[in-house]
Structures are given as C-alpha cells and as structure tokens.
C-alpha cells in the first residue's frame, strides 16, 4: 500500500460555477424538506441537515481565504472559534440526544403485567423498540394527528381490558393526544411522570 505520507490535498473555488454548486449542496437539505414540511406534509428535522455541513464548511474557507493580510485572518479564526466555544460547552457538559435507552429502562423498571404503552410519534416506536427489551404491547400513532375520532379511536384501542397507560411523548408538548389523554383521564389519574432529552413519559390509571 502507498504511504499517504508527504501527500497532501487542496481545494480551490475559482469560478463561479463551483461557488454556486455548493450553495445549491448547502441549501438544498435545508430548503426542501422545509418546503415540503410547509406545504405537504411534516418532514423536517434539524438533524437531516448534516449532509449541508461540508459545504457550509468549504463556503465558510473560501470566505476566509479572501483575506489576505494575516492579521486579520487570525483575529477572524479566534473570533470564529470563540463564538463557537458556547455550543461546544453545552453539548459536551448537557445531554443533547434523545434519551430512548432511559425512556425505555424507565417504563421497564415501573411497569406491570396489565399496561399498555402508546407511543405518540410512528417515527419514535422505532428506537423505543431498539432499547425496550419489555413485553408490553405498543401502540403508536402520527404526533401530528388532529383528528379527534382517530384520538379516541387509537385510544380506545390501547386501553381494551388494560389498566394503566404509558403516553410516551416524542417532541409533542403542543400535541392533541396528549391535550385528549389529560382531558379523559385526568390530572388526578397520573401515577407517574418523567421528562426526558425531547421526550415525556406519563402513566395513567385508566380504570
């Protein structure tokens, strides 16, 4: 194998073509799925964005490089790299990332034979299965569903001869179900709470 030692890489924008590529790479993930989410329906998620980032990163050099003197090229690296030291600290001393495997261990360590767990978000049943290693029966449904008899149909369903509920709630503060469960059950009726990184977790007695 070739020793990559001494080989070195380097990327020019010179042209206006190759600029405009990449504003094409680097708006393309945010405005479209924004566009769809707007008119269509809900698609868009911050984290579908990544794939922007290399060419937010080559746009952002290129800006860089067309300072010449080195003085003010250095002030514009510390400066960029102070204003970035914030979000670095929080993402490296907070918990950023959805917290499924906690989810899914705290429904497990409090359950019983008799509950049902419905997951409010097709789009989070998926790693809740991942981690929950229970034998509950899920129920999932759409978080953006307003339909009030597919509520209390999807409801209905889940609480057949069961007497508690798990409502685990997947970026849904806002939701309808949540509004609806609350609502039927009662406040009175929540045995136990838990919020979690983008998630809530609720019981409720049902009979």
């Known amino acids: 194998m070739q020793s990559i030692k001494g080989q070195s890489w380097?990327?020019?924008?010179?042209?206006?073509?190759?600029?405009l590529l990449l504003l094409i790479w680097f708006f393309s993930p945010i405005l479209i799925p924004f566009a769809i989410s707007k008119f269509?329906?809900?698609?868009y998620s911050t984290r579908y964005t990544i794939s922007a980032t290399a060419a937010m990163y080559l746009l952002a050099a290129k800006g860089i490089s067309?300072?010449?003197?080195?003085?003010v090229l250095y002030?514009?690296?510390?400066?960029?790299?102070l204003l970035s030291l914030p979000g670095l600290q929080h993402y490296y001393t907070h918990d950023v990332k959805q917290q499924w495997r906690e989810t899914a261990n705290f429904i497990e360590s409090n359950s019983q034979a008799n509950d049902i767990i419905f997951i409010c978000s097709y789009n989070g049943q998926k790693p809740f299965d991942y981690y929950y290693e229970g034998h509950l029966k899920r129920f999932g449904v759409d978080r953006h569903v307003d339909e009030a008899?597919?509520?209390?149909?999807a409801i209905d369903d889940a609480i057949t001869q069961k007497?508690?509920?798990?409502?685990?709630?997947?970026?849904?503060r806002e939701?309808?179900?949540?509004?609806?469960?609350?609502?039927?059950f009662g406040k009175d009726s929540i045995v136990l709470e838990k919020e979690f990184v983008a998630i809530e977790v609720y019981l409720f007695a049902t009979s």
Do not use: C, G, N, Q
């Open 40 to 43: 269509f329906t809900p698609i």
């Open 10 to 19: 380097s990327v020019s924008l010179d042209s206006v073509e190759e600029v």
């Open 175 to 184: 939701s309808p179900i949540r509004d609806y469960v609350m609502d039927r």
């Open 149 to 153: 008899s597919e509520i209390v149909s």
């Open 75 to 81: 002030s514009l690296v510390i400066v960029i790299a």
């Open 163 to 172: 007497e508690r509920l798990w409502l685990v709630l997947w970026h849904a």
């Open 66 to 71: 067309t300072f010449t003197r080195k003085k």
